[in-house]
């Protein structure tokens, strides 16, 4: 089946620690989505991509970092530098590279929690 | 810039009774609006989709939308609730050109009373 997959479900970071995010999808989608969601404030995009090795900042860019090497992955790393990273991370793609109008397809998600 | 406003953060409603979520729109430009459901602790899912073509929009598990340009507007319905639409639910506004992307409303979460 064709889909988004995210993991791990949950993440733990310590203090002063970097994690970081898988998103993959089977798609075959160009473009593909980082949203962070926190209680009563509904989604905000982090970073996105609409082809493979170009990336563009987002709303909350900041403290966060990613990659697209691959047409099928874009992980998303929390750095040290993001000092309120509790949240629930949702990965998305969608099919072209204008993203006008097109339905994003999301994953699972992934919950991060500091120690 | 584009925005999304869902008033009321949490509805209650009556398994049978009628499901009405709202949600108006700013846009400067035509619109795409979408309706998504997300159940506890998983993605998003998408009900819905305004393209221009029709101004009501049907969707999945008996969900519709009607567009209504003069009232910026954009609420969804459901004629009879069932304890598993039980959920919250996002409304979400892209613009047909330009470099806003997809933009969330706050959300609405959906109790189901028996």
């Known amino acids: 089946d064709g889909g988004i997959t995210q993991s791990p479900k949950y993440l733990f970071r310590k203090e002063g620690q970097n994690v970081t995010l898988s998103c993959e999808q089977n798609?075959?989608?160009?473009?593909m989505y980082w949203y962070r969601q926190d209680p009563g404030q509904g989604l905000r995009l982090i970073y996105y991509?609409?082809?493979?090795?170009?990336?563009q900042k987002g709303d909350i860019a900041e403290g966060y970092s990613v990659s697209r090497e691959k047409k099928e992955s874009f992980p998303l790393t929390v750095t040290s530098a993001q000092k309120n990273p509790t949240a629930f991370y949702l990965c998305?793609?969608?099919?072209?590279?204008?993203?006008?109008?097109?339905?994003?397809?999301f994953g699972p998600g992934t919950r991060l929690l500091v120690l | 810039a584009q925005s999304v406003t869902q008033l009321g953060s949490h509805v209650s409603v009556s398994e049978g009774a009628l499901v009405l979520l709202r949600c108006n729109y700013s846009?400067?430009?035509?619109?795409?609006l979408f309706w998504y459901v997300q159940y506890p602790n998983q993605g998003l899912q998408l009900l819905l989709k305004?393209?221009?073509?029709?101004?009501l929009v049907k969707g999945i598990n008996g969900f519709e939308a009607e567009f209504k340009k003069s009232e910026t507007s954009f609420h969804l319905t459901k004629p009879s609730a069932h304890m598993s639409d039980a959920a919250e639910y996002f409304c979400?506004?892209?613009?047909?050109?330009?470099?806003?992307?997809?933009?969330f409303g706050t959300g609405t979460r959906l109790t189901i009373i028996p």
């Open positions: 998305a793609s969608s099919p072209g590279t204008s993203g006008f109008g097109e339905t994003q397809y």
């Open positions: 798609l075959n989608h160009d473009a």
């Open positions: 991509s609409q082809i493979v090795n170009d990336f």
């Open positions: 846009s400067s430009v035509p619109p795409y």
């Open positions: 305004y393209t221009s073509a029709a101004t």
């Open positions: 979400a506004v892209s613009p047909d050109f330009g470099n806003e992307k997809l933009t």
